[in-house]
């Protein structure tokens, strides 16, 4: 296991695939192990959409991901910020940070890195230290085309078919393929689990930040 005993781990996703990216592997690894999860979406990102697509589409396409994993409606939060807006609301933010501190009280955070630059990241990365400082271990995921650095603390072996798996959680956005987001290939995806998995000798891997950390 990941972990020695199952956890209550919270995964924050400023946009709906964000968590996918940075740590979908570690997600499949984390829900294979049994762990409770909460998954927390801030925004669907209706401005962002491709021509041509529905203003829920996005929504659809996380809920999707939420499905394929096995999760229930009770493991998942979507909240509706408008994209590039988040600043703008960053108290409401922390105030929905701290009501999910009080009713999941999670021990394990994974959320955006504060070395990234997206605007809707740096909040919610922010809030997240607020509110978990002194509660739980705090893990930012890695997404490098937002970041000039990136700390590798903390690695997380991936196995093949977590790294399937996690490609097929983006195989669900098709928005986002539309879109021709680069870092949605496969290519890309394998490649840098690769380049982290050879950092710790293993085949594949996912990387972290460590804001916090007292796991046992």
């Known amino acids: ?22 740590c979908g592997g570690t997600i499949s690894k984390l829900v294979t192990e049994g762990h409770k999860i909460l998954w927390v979406c801030f925004s ?78 740096g909040v919610v990365a922010n809030e997240m230290i607020r509110a978990f400082k002194s509660t739980a271990s705090i893990f930012s995921y890695e997404l ?22 996690k490609l097929k959680m983006l195989e669900f956005y098709k928005t986002q393929f539309v879109a021709k987001r680069n870092y949605f290939t496969k290519e890309f995806i394998e490649g840098l689990a690769t380049v982290r998995g050879a950092q710790i000798n293993q085949k594949y891997a996912e990387c972290f930040e460590v804001i916090r950390s007292q796991i046992c």
């Open 1 to 22: 296991m990941l972990f020695e005993t199952h956890k209550k781990i919270l995964i924050l996703s400023p946009h709906t695939d964000d968590a996918e990216l940075g």
């Open 44 to 121: 669907t990102a209706e401005e962002s959409l491709p021509p041509g697509f529905a203003p829920d589409a996005l929504k659809n396409e996380f809920q999707d991901v939420m499905s394929y994993l096995g999760l229930k409606k009770n493991s998942y939060k979507i909240y509706d910020y408008r994209v590039r807006k988040l600043s703008e609301h960053r108290q409401a933010v922390l105030e929905n940070l701290i009501e999910i501190k009080k009713e999941f009280n999670p021990e394990i955070v994974f959320g955006p890195s504060i070395n990234d630059f997206h605007q809707d990241h």
């Open 144 to 165: 490098p085309w937002n970041h000039l650095n990136f700390k590798t603390q903390f690695f997380v072996k991936l196995e093949k078919a977590h790294l399937e798996k």
